[in-house]
């Protein structure tokens, strides 16, 4: 069985607040820590009503701080949104907090609505393609930055010495983090970890991953290739109450593919009365129906075989799963012991 670690996006849920889902995710973690998972990942998104990971480094201090022994991280920080100084002084005081527990997963994307985008880049717009052209440059940045030496700047003839941290004794395992060839080919050429995100983009998996282990050059901090992928994941006792716990979830997607925004997490009777309705459109149905085959959706044996599989066609020895369980109308608001169940039941049966 793969080695399984956490991603979460601090979902808020209908009828709850920012507070309680920051309760959520820190409790989440304390599970996943004692469930034996190996790291606990937080993502990047903004103006959604629904996410509540905006100020990323702020709520992996949040989980770090409510545990002891496992990995924390961003999966990521969309690197265009910020100066390289600000991602490298955040994440190196991270690494001084906690030591040896602190992961930098970057990324490129937006990471949010082009209004959004423009007030974080001061008016730049969205990933434009000076943006692109100096990602990697960006990368290299963070990177040297991060180290104790620091990087030399030059500015008016004269160099200086920048370091993210003083005297620090140690640095983040930084990890690039995509969607497409790119990012792959980036990793590659620059010997870093590398993850695919399976749970967004569910396609060009394997394509990316060959990419990146056939051009990858050793580093100083990398020998060979490393990588994992994530997956959306919902496991309940029964096969079919997991089916149903994923739909809201899935409409989520679905809205957010059209067009939409991630506003709170629908409860499943909800999610199931728009459906039934024909709140959603049938001709989104084929989106939701190829989403869900992407998933991991089952009883804890069906589950596991399914990530067994996973690993297996990808290759990787590591799968971060996305709980993304929904509650049911009548129970508290608190989302947590839905996605709580899903990491429990996974570890039961993975050992």
Request: net charge negative; aromatic share 6%.
């Amino acid at each position: 069985m793969a080695i399984l670690s956490v991603l979460d996006l601090a979902p808020v849920a209908e009828g709850s607040d920012v507070s309680q889902s920051l309760a959520n995710s820190a409790k989440l973690a304390q599970a996943a820590e004692r469930l034996g998972y190996r790291r606990y990942w937080l993502a990047e998104h903004h103006s959604m009503p629904g996410i509540a990971s905006a100020a990323t480094s702020v709520v992996i201090a949040h989980v770090a701080a409510a545990t002891k022994t496992i990995r924390v991280g961003a999966g990521g920080i969309m690197l265009p949104n910020h100066a390289p100084l600000v991602v490298a002084e955040q994440f190196g005081l991270l690494e001084a907090a906690f030591p040896g527990r602190i992961d930098l997963g970057i990324g490129r994307a937006p990471g949010t609505d082009p209004v959004t985008s423009y007030a974080l880049r001061h008016g730049a717009g969205g990933v434009t393609d000076e943006a692109v052209q100096r990602f990697p440059e960006y990368v290299d940045n963070v990177l040297a930055m991060m180290e104790p030496e620091g990087v030399g700047l030059s500015v008016a003839g004269r160099t200086h010495v920048l370091r993210a941290t003083p005297q620090a004794r140690s640095v983040p395992t930084i990890w690039l983090l995509g969607s497409s060839d790119y990012s792959a080919q980036l990793a590659a050429e620059k010997g870093m970890p590398y993850v695919f995100a399976h749970h967004f983009s569910g396609s060009g998996t394997a394509e990316a991953l060959q990419l990146y282990r056939r051009g990858f050059k050793p580093s100083p901090e990398l020998a060979s290739p490393l990588t994992f992928l994530t997956v959306n994941a919902v496991v309940a006792e029964d096969a079919d109450e997991a089916e149903r716990r994923a739909l809201p979830n899935l409409l989520m997607m679905v809205a957010l593919r059209t067009g939409g925004t991630l506003g709170p997490q629908l409860l499943v009777e909800e999610a199931e009365k728009a459906i039934a309705d024909g709140t959603v459109p049938d001709a989104h149905r084929p989106l939701m129906d190829a989403m869900r085959s992407r998933w991991v959706i089952g009883d804890p044996a069906s589950a596991r075989a399914q990530l067994e599989q996973l690993a297996a066609t990808y290759g990787v020895d590591e799968v971060m799963v996305h709980p993304v369980a929904a509650a049911h109308v009548g129970t508290d608001p608190d989302r947590s012991p839905t996605r709580e169940e899903t990491l429990r039941l996974l570890a039961d049966v993975a050992g």
